[in-house]
């Protein structure tokens, strides 16, 4: 039997502010435990919030990205649980009037086709503190510098079909989160995270199936791998003849499996109410035209303007936008440049594995982007060959000197010296006969191998070129 | 809609409020006579009246992103029941 999965993701980014979402401490990531909680974030009472501006900025800056409906009137209201990281015993968030309204992203499939993945809403609300339940005296350890801190949750309608789609919609929502820099959006560090609802149906029905919902997603990976996991338990449940309860579980990345979460007793009832310490907010057209000014070039923007102005193709210009400073980095190598295939080459191929064999970013690399024009500019000048061009790259990596003083120190420049190769393709003519006479009888492919022996002879530095020209002409 | 005992044991569970088994007969006695208020108030014909979220004709005023709060842990763990290695503690929570 054919089964179409459905799936919606909940995403929730921390917003890169300085300050908390309605106080005034820091939230500076992987500060001692309450160094950044202060009296409103503590809950003390008669303290009163007062919001950022720059969370608002924010949450329009991502609405006009993703061509939403941006609400010229958003409330915040109250959703009421008990949790100790929680301290005023409830979260303010936006349940009826969200900042942001419905709007969405397209996603790129593996068949080259795009689709389209509509977003029912982003909202505002304020991060909970942790709690660590390791034994502190047999009690639970509450830190809340986290309480406060700004989230943005963008809800997706379920227009997911797949696994491999949920996660190329979460890339590109993470790529465009980091184009308009409102959050750092590392999952491994909690500032992204992820939740999933997933159900299963017949192919051709209509009606969506019982969903669960997976927390604790915490990875890319992981999304991908806790759906297929999730996807398969479903079916095999639904086949056996049994139910799917409407759930909330856990995905445990070490056993690769999701179990459900502790049910409690009564299922929660948030009992919202709109927030009376805060008023509605209110903006206007003037405020939103203002934001729009302010957008950078968002990925799709930039990968059209690469192909029509630098030429590139469509595959390099994707594989290059998907990460601003990548993009960014490629830019200005072009420019310097003026070779925009080879700069797209050297950044897509050498310093994306470079970035993977040391797992950095790009700007934690040792090579900059001036670094890697000049050995470029060495190329095309002749200077170097690609090949050498290619060790040079290796030496850049541990030493931060010049790109002409490693050529030079390491003796690499080609040599196109006229009397030198001269000699050295005597010396290879004299030492493989049997080859220069295939050569003679019309063998045109041994060439070749002639001018491989002058270049492993000269360990790589004679110009090719002219080693080719030269051993032709004395076969003649 | 009608309430029952049951009702009012959830709802003093989810507030988190202590009830007695002598109380919850009063109690449901008190929150059935809100209701049939609450019951008579949506009787009134609201339509095109927009909801008032807050009495007071004014917006949110902003608050410019700045960090003004220094670092009150000692103080502030003082007040607590329990502090240890900065952290504030709480009864075991498992779930």
Avoid at chain 1, 363 to 369: F, G, H, K, V
Avoid at chain 1, 458 to 470: F, R, T
Avoid at chain 2, 6 to 27: C, F, G, Q, W
Wanted: with cysteine; glycine share 4%; proline share 4%.
């Amino acid at each position: 039997m054919a089964w179409e999965t459905v799936i919606g993701l909940e995403v929730h980014v921390q917003l890169s502010t300085k300050s908390k979402l309605f106080s005034g401490s820091d939230i500076k990531f992987g500060a001692e435990p309450n160094t950044q909680a202060n009296i409103f974030d503590l809950a003390l009472p008669g303290t009163l919030p007062v919001f950022n501006e720059s969370v608002l900025k924010m949450a329009v800056k991502f609405g006009l990205a993703i061509n939403a409906k941006i609400n010229k009137k958003s409330v915040f209201d109250r959703k009421n649980y008990f949790y100790p990281d929680l301290p005023k015993g409830y979260q303010v968030s936006q349940l009826d009037h969200p900042t942001v309204g419905p709007g969405s992203l397209k996603i790129k499939l593996d068949n080259g086709a795009e689709k389209k993945i509509n977003i029912n809403r982003a909202h505002i609300e304020e991060d909970a503190g942790k709690s660590l339940h390791e034994d502190y005296q047999g009690m639970s350890g509450i830190d809340l510098n986290r309480a406060g801190t700004p989230l943005l949750e963008i809800v997706s309608e379920p227009d997911l079909r797949s696994a491999e789609e949920a996660v190329l919609f979460l890339k590109k929502l993470h790529s465009v989160i980091r184009y308009l820099d409102i959050s750092d959006a590392i999952m491994a560090e909690g500032s992204m995270r992820c939740d999933a609802n997933i159900s299963v149906r017949k192919v051709g029905e209509i009606e969506l199936g019982t969903r669960t919902e997976i927390k604790n997603i915490n990875s890319f990976r992981f999304v991908e791998r806790a759906i297929n996991h999730e996807v398969r338990r479903q079916i095999e449940l639904i086949e056996d003849g049994a139910d799917i309860a409407q759930e909330t579980r856990l995905y445990d990345s070490e056993l690769d499996e999701t179990r459900p979460m502790r049910s409690k007793e009564i299922a929660n009832d948030y009992r919202y109410f709109p927030e009376p310490d805060l008023l509605p907010i209110i903006i206007d057209d003037t405020y939103i035209d203002a934001v729009r000014d302010e957008l950078p070039e968002l990925p799709e923007e930039k990968k059209q303007r690469f192909i029509s102005q630098l030429k590139l193709n469509e595959y390099d210009a994707g594989v290059l936008v998907t990460n601003r400073e990548i993009a960014d980095f490629f830019e200005e190598i072009a420019i310097a440049t003026q070779d925009s295939k080879a700069a797209a080459n050297w950044v897509s191929q050498d310093m994306m594995a470079l970035l993977n064999k040391n797992n950095c970013t790009i700007l934690e690399t040792p090579i900059s982007a001036e670094r890697l024009s000049s050995l470029i500019m060495r190329i095309k000048d002749g200077t170097i060959s690609g090949k050498i061009a290619k060790r040079v790259f290796e030496f850049m990596v541990s030493d931060s000197s010049s790109v002409d003083s490693i050529i030079k120190e390491k003796g690499l420049e080609q040599v196109s010296d006229t009397n030198v190769i001269d000699q050295l393709v005597d010396d290879v003519i004299a030492k493989n006969q049997s080859q220069v006479e295939q050569y003679r009888a019309g063998k045109e492919q041994v060439i070749g191998f002639l001018v491989g022996q002058c270049m492993q002879q000269s360990k790589g530095k004679a110009n090719p070129s002219q080693v080719n020209a030269l051993l032709r002409e004395k076969m003649r | 809609m009608a309430l029952d005992e049951k009702n009012i044991k959830d709802i003093a569970h989810l507030a988190r409020l202590k009830i007695e088994e002598n109380e919850v007969a009063e109690s449901l006695a008190d929150f059935s006579s809100i209701l049939s208020m609450i019951n008579e108030m949506q009787t009134v014909n609201t339509e095109n009246i927009v909801p008032l979220s807050n009495p007071h004709e004014q917006t949110q005023k902003l608050r410019k992103d700045v960090v003004t709060e220094s670092n009150d842990r000692e103080k502030l763990l003082n007040l607590a029941p329990r502090a240890t290695d900065g952290l504030f503690l709480v009864p075991r929570v498992i779930d």
